[in-house]
């Protein structure tokens, strides 16, 4: 399937990743909507020139079944007229975290523009953490998060702080579940949750072969 001339720029152009912290004003902000049509249902992209805001998925998708490399696609269906770059990246990671996984390693994580992360909190500190520490295809539980954040008892602040997580999948609040092996929560539903766990479960598999 043909991919948008600025998706494939993102994929020939070596770029570093790292995280962004951006502090400008939100008083800079003019909000543009984003939507991603992907394998769960509608994925809505709220961002500015400065960074992304929010991710939201779709509450009522039904995710694909049947997971295979020719089912799996992600495209752009609604987009801003002038795209900025933190749409375009955050657009190009979702796509290659659906399509090519391996991508994602090489590609930017977009910069956020959140209040959440402006300021100094246990949440933030969780958040980052999450995004840092626990890779593609890998789980922990909300405990474990707790102590890789450095409160070994603050599980059930865990458990807010994915709450909180506005850019879900790309802060990869999926991968944090129950210490009894249990799914948990998760925004849009906890099918969604599973139908993550398994894609990346599935492309991990295939990437060891």
């Given at each position: 399937m043909l991919k948008p001339l600025w998706f494939l720029q993102y994929y020939l152009s070596p770029r570093p990743v790292h995280l962004h912290l951006l502090l400008p004003s939100e008083d800079q902000c003019?909000?543009?909507?984003m939507v991603l049509s992907s394998p769960l249902g509608r994925i809505e992209i709220l961002g500015c020139k400065v960074g992304v805001h929010?991710?939201?998925?779709q509450e009522d998708a039904v995710p694909l079944s049947g997971i295979t490399e020719t089912s799996v696609c992600c495209e752009v269906v609604k987009a801003p007229e002038e795209m900025t770059e933190p749409l375009k990246q955050c657009a190009a990671w979702l796509q290659?975290?659906?399509?090519?996984?391996?991508?994602?390693?090489?590609?930017?994580?977009?910069?956020f523009h959140?209040?959440?992360?402006?300021?100094?909190?246990?949440?933030?500190?969780?958040?980052?953490?999450?995004?840092?520490?626990?890779?593609?295809g890998e789980a922990v539980s909300y405990k474990q998060l707790a102590d890789l954040a450095g409160n070994s008892k603050a599980a059930?602040?865990?458990?807010?702080?994915?709450?909180?997580?506005?850019?879900?999948?790309?802060?990869?609040?999926?991968?944090?579940?129950?210490?009894?092996g249990q799914t948990g929560n998760y925004t849009g539903g906890s099918h969604l949750k599973e139908w993550l766990l398994s894609h990346e479960k599935l492309q991990k598999e295939k990437l060891a072969y």
């Open positions: 003019k909000k543009m909507c929010e991710i939201h998925l290659a975290y659906f399509c090519e996984p391996w991508m994602t390693e090489k590609l930017p994580i977009p910069p959140h209040p959440l992360f402006k300021q100094a909190s246990f949440t933030r500190e969780v958040l980052w953490t999450l995004l840092r520490d626990v890779k593609f059930r602040a865990v458990g807010g702080a994915m709450r909180r997580n506005p850019v879900p999948i790309i802060i990869p609040c999926h991968r944090v579940i129950c210490s009894g």
